[in-house]
């Protein structure tokens, strides 16, 4: 079995500031990818940020600049970081973990619960 763990959402007000975290653990071999991802209330899930095993990192253009994605390898844990908050970043944030179980296996796609993030006026 493979569990996301997430944590650190809340309320904050515009231009606050909220770290995310989330731990994968279970039967891994290898992670490749990590990253976060957004859902907004009658909207669809959309990228946020990625980051590969290597460090290189990804980012949607309404958050550039204002979040920073990272990891640590040997924690299994990938970390977004969110500053200058604004109303529109409202949303369920999804981690996601690209993975392998096995040496041999093909990468699967894991996600966490969801955390809520509301940024009021």
């Known amino acids: 079995q493979v569990q996301l763990v997430e944590s650190g959402g809340g309320l904050v007000q515009t231009g606050g500031s909220l770290r995310l975290s989330c731990a994968t653990s279970?039967?891994?071999?290898?992670?490749?990818?990590m990253g976060w991802y957004r859902q907004a209330p009658g909207k669809q899930r959309e990228l946020v940020a990625t980051?590969?095993?290597?460090?290189?990192?990804n980012y949607a253009d309404s958050v550039k600049g204002r979040f920073t994605i990272s990891r640590d390898n040997a924690k299994n844990t990938v970390y977004l970081q969110m500053n200058s908050l604004k109303p529109e970043d409202t949303a369920v944030y999804y981690c996601?973990?690209?993975?392998?179980?096995?040496?041999?296996?093909?990468?699967?796609?894991?996600w966490g619960q969801g955390t809520q993030v509301t940024v009021s006026l």
């Open positions: 996601n973990s690209v993975l392998q179980r096995t040496p041999t296996d093909y990468n699967g796609v894991y």
């Open positions: 279970g039967s891994i071999f290898m992670i490749n990818s």
């Open positions: 980051i590969t095993s290597g460090g290189s990192t």
